[in-house]
Protein backbone atom coordinates (compact mmCIF):
# COMPACT_ATOMS: atom_id res chain seq x y z
CA UNK A 1 0.00 0.00 0.00
CA UNK A 2 2.01 2.90 -1.55
CA UNK A 3 1.48 7.08 -0.33
CA UNK A 4 2.56 9.09 2.58
CA UNK A 5 1.98 8.47 6.21
CA UNK A 6 1.99 11.32 8.50
CA UNK A 7 1.93 10.50 12.63
CA UNK A 8 0.62 10.96 14.70
CA UNK A 9 -2.73 12.71 13.72
CA UNK A 10 -3.77 14.76 16.87
CA UNK A 11 -0.59 16.36 18.57
CA UNK A 12 -0.55 18.28 22.00
CA UNK A 13 2.66 20.36 22.74
CA UNK A 14 3.47 22.45 25.94
CA UNK A 15 4.46 25.78 26.37
CA UNK A 16 8.63 25.47 25.70
CA UNK A 17 8.26 21.96 24.19
CA UNK A 18 9.71 21.04 20.86
CA UNK A 19 7.72 18.59 18.83
CA UNK A 20 8.78 16.10 15.97
CA UNK A 21 6.39 15.32 13.04
CA UNK A 22 6.95 12.24 11.39
CA UNK A 23 6.43 11.96 7.31
CA UNK A 24 7.13 9.11 5.45
CA UNK A 25 6.84 7.97 1.66
CA UNK A 26 7.29 4.82 0.09
CA UNK A 27 6.72 5.95 -3.57
CA UNK A 28 10.59 6.45 -4.41
CA UNK A 29 9.59 10.66 -4.40
CA UNK A 30 13.16 12.95 -4.19
CA UNK A 31 11.31 15.75 -3.45
CA UNK A 32 9.17 16.15 -0.22
CA UNK A 33 7.46 19.28 1.29
CA UNK A 34 6.04 20.43 4.68
CA UNK A 35 2.83 22.54 4.23
CA UNK A 36 1.36 24.26 7.36
CA UNK A 37 -2.71 25.46 6.75
CA UNK A 38 -4.90 27.46 9.24
CA UNK A 39 -8.40 27.78 9.16
CA UNK A 40 -10.39 28.72 6.02
CA UNK A 41 -6.71 29.30 4.43
CA UNK A 42 -4.97 27.70 1.83
CA UNK A 43 -1.28 25.88 2.04
CA UNK A 44 2.45 27.80 2.99
CA UNK A 45 5.13 25.95 2.29
CA UNK A 46 7.18 25.42 5.53
CA UNK A 47 10.47 23.68 4.09
CA UNK A 48 10.90 21.76 1.08
CA UNK A 49 13.52 19.06 0.09
CA UNK A 50 14.46 17.89 -3.51
CA UNK A 51 16.97 15.25 -2.55
CA UNK A 52 18.61 13.57 0.19
CA UNK A 53 20.64 15.51 2.47
CA UNK A 54 19.40 18.88 1.38
CA UNK A 55 16.46 21.17 2.07
CA UNK A 56 15.74 24.93 1.76
CA UNK A 57 13.58 27.11 3.31
CA UNK A 58 9.49 27.95 2.42
CA UNK A 59 7.53 31.01 3.07
CA UNK A 60 7.50 30.24 6.93
CA UNK A 61 10.30 28.84 8.05
CA UNK A 62 10.94 30.78 11.12
CA UNK A 63 10.59 28.16 14.36
CA UNK A 64 10.95 25.22 12.44
CA UNK A 65 13.76 22.77 11.67
CA UNK A 66 14.02 19.72 9.27
CA UNK A 67 16.30 17.00 8.62
CA UNK A 68 16.49 14.88 5.21
CA UNK A 69 18.93 11.94 6.29
CA UNK A 70 16.79 8.93 4.24
CA UNK A 71 15.27 9.71 1.09
CA UNK A 72 11.74 8.18 2.82
CA UNK A 73 11.72 10.52 5.59
CA UNK A 74 11.62 14.25 6.32
CA UNK A 75 10.55 14.56 9.99
CA UNK A 76 9.40 18.44 10.87
CA UNK A 77 10.56 19.98 14.12
CA UNK A 78 7.94 22.39 15.84
CA UNK A 79 10.27 24.22 18.02
CA UNK A 80 9.72 26.72 20.98
CA UNK A 81 10.68 29.64 19.28
CA UNK A 82 7.16 28.85 16.72
CA UNK A 83 4.54 31.24 18.92
CA UNK A 84 1.55 30.16 17.18
CA UNK A 85 1.96 26.82 16.46
CA UNK A 86 -1.24 25.35 15.89
CA UNK A 87 -2.26 24.58 12.74
CA UNK A 88 -2.98 21.56 10.18
CA UNK A 89 0.05 20.34 8.68
CA UNK A 90 0.93 18.77 5.69
CA UNK A 91 3.58 16.67 3.97
CA UNK A 92 3.78 16.13 0.40
CA UNK A 93 5.76 14.44 -1.98
CA UNK A 94 6.10 14.84 -5.84
CA UNK A 95 7.15 13.05 -8.95
CA UNK A 96 6.39 14.19 -12.77
CA UNK A 97 3.23 14.12 -14.14
CA UNK A 98 1.76 13.99 -17.72
CA UNK A 99 2.47 17.26 -18.48
CA UNK A 100 6.22 16.91 -18.02
CA UNK A 101 5.28 18.99 -14.52
CA UNK A 102 6.04 17.96 -10.86
CA UNK A 103 2.62 17.24 -9.11
CA UNK A 104 2.28 17.11 -5.30
CA UNK A 105 0.85 14.24 -3.27
CA UNK A 106 -0.31 15.21 0.15
CA UNK A 107 -0.23 12.99 3.50
CA UNK A 108 -3.49 12.59 5.29
CA UNK A 109 -1.91 15.54 7.65
CA UNK A 110 -1.30 16.18 11.80
CA UNK A 111 -2.65 18.43 13.34
CA UNK A 112 -1.09 20.05 16.15
CA UNK A 113 -2.69 22.42 19.13
CA UNK A 114 -1.06 24.25 22.01
CA UNK A 115 -2.01 23.38 25.84
CA UNK B 1 -13.55 32.67 -6.41
CA UNK B 2 -10.44 33.57 -4.34
CA UNK B 3 -11.14 35.52 -0.39
CA UNK B 4 -9.19 37.09 2.17
CA UNK B 5 -9.92 36.06 5.76
CA UNK B 6 -10.99 33.20 7.51
CA UNK B 7 -14.56 32.81 5.58
CA UNK B 8 -14.29 30.69 2.48
CA UNK B 9 -16.28 31.53 -0.62
CA UNK B 10 -19.36 29.04 -0.68
CA UNK B 11 -20.54 27.73 -4.08
CA UNK B 12 -23.91 25.54 -3.48
CA UNK B 13 -24.87 23.18 -6.11
CA UNK B 14 -27.46 20.83 -6.56
CA UNK B 15 -26.71 17.20 -6.64
CA UNK B 16 -26.97 16.26 -10.65
CA UNK B 17 -26.20 20.03 -11.76
CA UNK B 18 -22.57 21.06 -12.99
CA UNK B 19 -20.38 23.03 -10.87
CA UNK B 20 -18.06 25.65 -11.92
CA UNK B 21 -15.45 26.78 -9.01
CA UNK B 22 -13.34 30.05 -10.48
CA UNK B 23 -9.82 31.13 -9.16
CA UNK B 24 -8.19 34.12 -9.85
CA UNK B 25 -4.12 33.60 -9.75
CA UNK B 26 -1.59 36.42 -9.30
CA UNK B 27 1.40 35.79 -11.50
CA UNK B 28 1.82 36.18 -15.38
CA UNK B 29 4.82 34.77 -15.38
CA UNK B 30 3.35 31.74 -13.66
CA UNK B 31 3.56 28.55 -16.45
CA UNK B 32 1.25 25.37 -14.78
CA UNK B 33 -1.69 25.05 -12.80
CA UNK B 34 -3.36 22.70 -10.85
CA UNK B 35 -6.66 22.13 -8.67
CA UNK B 36 -6.63 19.84 -5.41
CA UNK B 37 -9.66 18.52 -3.89
CA UNK B 38 -9.94 18.75 0.35
CA UNK B 39 -12.07 17.24 2.27
CA UNK B 40 -12.69 18.00 5.99
CA UNK B 41 -9.90 16.43 8.18
CA UNK B 42 -7.68 15.29 5.11
CA UNK B 43 -4.90 16.02 3.13
CA UNK B 44 -5.67 17.66 -0.61
CA UNK B 45 -6.42 14.96 -3.54
CA UNK B 46 -4.36 15.52 -6.46
CA UNK B 47 -7.98 16.11 -9.36
CA UNK B 48 -6.10 17.63 -12.94
CA UNK B 49 -3.71 19.88 -14.16
CA UNK B 50 -2.80 22.18 -16.81
CA UNK B 51 0.67 24.07 -18.69
CA UNK B 52 -0.05 27.76 -19.72
CA UNK B 53 0.28 26.93 -23.27
CA UNK B 54 -3.25 24.98 -22.95
CA UNK B 55 -6.67 26.42 -23.10
CA UNK B 56 -8.57 23.12 -21.94
CA UNK B 57 -8.13 20.39 -20.38
CA UNK B 58 -10.29 17.49 -19.50
CA UNK B 59 -10.48 14.99 -16.70
CA UNK B 60 -13.41 12.05 -15.44
CA UNK B 61 -16.03 14.62 -15.31
CA UNK B 62 -13.64 17.49 -14.69
CA UNK B 63 -12.78 20.13 -16.91
CA UNK B 64 -9.96 23.19 -15.98
CA UNK B 65 -10.30 25.78 -18.49
CA UNK B 66 -7.46 28.97 -18.45
CA UNK B 67 -7.70 31.81 -19.39
CA UNK B 68 -4.68 33.83 -19.51
CA UNK B 69 -5.29 36.80 -20.50
CA UNK B 70 -7.61 37.63 -17.47
CA UNK B 71 -5.21 35.24 -14.76
CA UNK B 72 -8.29 33.05 -14.51
CA UNK B 73 -8.67 29.17 -14.03
CA UNK B 74 -11.74 27.63 -13.58
CA UNK B 75 -12.86 23.99 -12.23
CA UNK B 76 -15.40 22.63 -13.74
CA UNK B 77 -17.67 19.24 -12.37
CA UNK B 78 -20.16 17.59 -14.45
CA UNK B 79 -23.30 16.25 -12.58
CA UNK B 80 -21.83 16.93 -9.40
CA UNK B 81 -22.20 14.27 -6.40
CA UNK B 82 -22.31 14.12 -2.63
CA UNK B 83 -19.21 12.84 -2.91
CA UNK B 84 -18.03 16.02 -4.74
CA UNK B 85 -18.64 18.00 -1.60
CA UNK B 86 -15.18 19.51 -0.51
CA UNK B 87 -13.01 22.55 -0.36
CA UNK B 88 -11.34 23.32 -3.56
CA UNK B 89 -8.18 24.69 -3.76
CA UNK B 90 -6.22 26.18 -7.43
CA UNK B 91 -2.34 26.21 -7.24
CA UNK B 92 0.28 27.85 -9.72
CA UNK B 93 3.86 27.13 -10.57
CA UNK B 94 5.69 30.36 -10.47
CA UNK B 95 9.35 28.86 -10.31
CA UNK B 96 10.77 25.65 -9.82
CA UNK B 97 8.81 23.47 -8.07
CA UNK B 98 7.33 26.11 -5.14
CA UNK B 99 3.26 26.04 -5.40
CA UNK B 100 1.32 28.70 -4.36
CA UNK B 101 -1.87 27.88 -3.25
CA UNK B 102 -5.63 29.94 -3.05
CA UNK B 103 -7.54 29.94 -0.17
CA UNK B 104 -10.12 27.83 -1.85
CA UNK B 105 -13.50 27.59 -2.60
CA UNK B 106 -15.97 24.95 -0.59
CA UNK B 107 -18.48 23.52 -2.39
CA UNK B 108 -22.08 22.25 -1.06
CA UNK B 109 -23.91 19.45 -2.38
CA UNK B 110 -27.61 20.32 -2.17
CA UNK B 111 -30.16 17.07 -2.17
Known amino acids: DGGITQSPKYLFRKEGQNVTLSCEQN?????MYWYRQDPGQGLRLIYY???????QKGDIAEGYSVSREKKESFPLTVTSAQKNPTAFYLC??????????????FGAGTRLSVL | GESVGLHLPTLSVQEGDNSIINCAYS??????FIWYKQESGKGPQFIID?????DKRQGQRVTVLLNKTVKHLSLQIAATQPGDSAVYFC??????????FGKGTRLHILP
Open chain 2, 50 to 54: IRSNM
Open chain 2, 91 to 100: AENIRGDKII
Open chain 1, 92 to 105: ASSRQGSLGKNIQY
Open chain 1, 49 to 55: SQIVNDF
Open chain 1, 27 to 31: LNHDA
Open chain 2, 27 to 32: NSASDY
